[in-house]
Structure formats: structure tokens, C-alpha cells
């Protein structure tokens, strides 16, 4: 493909190419609590059913790590390691697209130093927002089971509030307040 390119993946440090880490690279890091809940219905929602399990079932595994990225403090600690610092690399989280994506937009065409007009950074975060990507899906309908709603369910911020119970989230906050200590990220888990 001729340049430029765009690689989206989900996989951890050690499985992407060395040699594309000397590339420009966006990192996009979403609270875990959250992750956790997509994770769930992602896993419960496509054919073969990769999970069958109850959300409990699937909160143990994946406090445990166990799950199918594995550790999500791992992932993110050992891509910041590398990240951190680089000046061809450009940390956001998904709080912060939620919360104003034009801006966001914005620092993505600077870092790519491609600076566009106002106009463009509004048609853009128009059509990057959840609700339109959701409407204008192109799903691979033979991959998602019948009563799932695919790849866009919610694309919310503090949706985990309708998943954990009280003893898991203060248990999840002490292992967040124990597992970030290494990881320089400010995170929000509702908006």
C-alpha cells in the first residue's frame, strides 16, 4: 500500500512490528472499567461465542488477567514504556474524544502535521463520532451473533456503573490505586 498507512490493532508490544514502532503512532487508551464492560459484550456478542460466561465470570478473568488481550494494566504500562516521550507518538485517551472531539481531531492533524480548517476538524469529529460510526456500520453480520448489537453498542463513559457491583469496584480500585503507580495516564471513569 502506498503511503500513508494506517495499522488499527488491539495486540500488546510484543506482537507488533519492531520496525513500525519507528513510524508516527497513536495510542489510544480508554478506562479500564470500561474496557472491561466492552470486553464483556464483545466476547459474549460474536459467533462462535468466544465467552460463555456471566459478567462476574468475566470480571474474574479479567482482573485475573486471563482474559483475551490479557492484562490490561500490562498492556498499557509496556506500550506508555515505549510511547512516553517519543516524539513520534501521541497518547489520548477515549474520555477525552468523548468529551470534545473536534479538539482531539485537532491535535491528531498536528501531530501528523497535516492542519486543516476549522471547517474540516468539525466534518471530521461529525463523522468519527460514536453515534454516526454506529449508524453507518458496515458489520460483518456472520461474525456477530443475532441479538447482539455488534461492534457500536454504547460508546459511553460510566457505563461499567451498570455492570460492577459494589464489592468489584472498590476491589477494581484497589487494584487500579496498586497498578498505576507505574503508569503516568490520567484516566476519567465518567463524564
Known amino acids: 500500500m502506498a503511503p500513508p498507512r494506517v495499522l488499527n490493532t488491539h495486540v500488546p508490544l510484543k506482537l507488533f512490528p519492531k520496525v513500525a514502532l519507528n513510524s508516527k503512532i497513536i495510542y489510544v487508551v480508554r478506562n479500564p472499567k470500561d474496557v472491561y464492560v466492552s470486553l464483556y459484550y464483545h466476547a459474549t456478542g460474536i459467533e462462535p461465542k468466544s465467552a460463555n460466561c456471566s459478567w462476574n465470570g468475566m470480571y474474574e478473568l479479567l482482573v485475573n488477567g486471563k482474559a483475551q488481550y490479557g492484562d490490561w494494566f500490562d498492556h498499557v504500562e509496556e506500550w506508555l514504556k515505549v510511547l512516553e516521550n517519543n516524539p513520534n507518538a501521541l ?67 460510566g457505563d461499567w456503573r451498570n455492570h460492577f457491583t459494589v464489592a468489584q469496584n472498590e476491589e477494581f480500585n484497589q487494584i487500579f490505586c496498586r497498578r498505576m503507580k507505574n503508569i503516568n495516564l490520567d484516566l476519567k471513569f465518567e463524564l
Open 91 to 157: 497518547i489520548m485517551t477515549y474520555e477525552d474524544m468523548k468529551l470534545d472531539l473536534k479538539k482531539q481531531v485537532r491535535l491528531v492533524a498536528e501531530f501528523l502535521v497535516r492542519e486543516r480548517s476549522e471547517q474540516f476538524y468539525s466534518d471530521v469529529a461529525r463523522l468519527c463520532s460514536f453515534q454516526h460510526m454506529k449508524k453507518e456500520k458496515k458489520d460483518i453480520r456472520n461474525v456477530w451473533a443475532e441479538d447482539s448489537e455488534g461492534i457500536f453498542r454504547k460508546g459511553t463513559v
